[in-house]
């Protein structure tokens, strides 16, 4: 059986741009990062360079993640995607992304107070 991510952990981190194989190139250059083409489509999983640990993605600004801001994006574990995006709007923030599901995941994008966007996703 799977061990469930912690509630409130750092869960994973990705970044979506329109031209993921250039920005793949970049930070593979500047970092040292290894990448591989992910199962299934065009976006590339991140490996360190040693160990080759998965450690991010790097995705296309297309489809369902046509939305997603280019930033990199931290996926923050909560027990209840859809009731956390809905306090988040109570609280004065913004849905920008979702609910909805990705892989085996329900994930949204929020946007804070202050501006900032991270990702909540269902451990």
Known sequence: MAKRAKIGTILWRDLTV???AAIKDFYCDVVGWKAEVHD???DFNILTPAEGECVAGICYA???NANLPP???IYI???NVAES???CVERGGKLVDGPRQMGNHYFCVI???AGAVAAL???
């Open 111 to 113: 946007q804070d107070p």
């Open 77 to 79: 574990t909560v027990e």
């Open 85 to 87: 995006a809905q306090k």
């Open 40 to 42: 299934g489509c065009d």
């Open 121 to 123: 996703i269902e451990g």
């Open 62 to 64: 297309k489809g369902n």
């Open 71 to 73: 930033q990199w994006l």
């Open 18 to 20: 329109p031209d993921a």
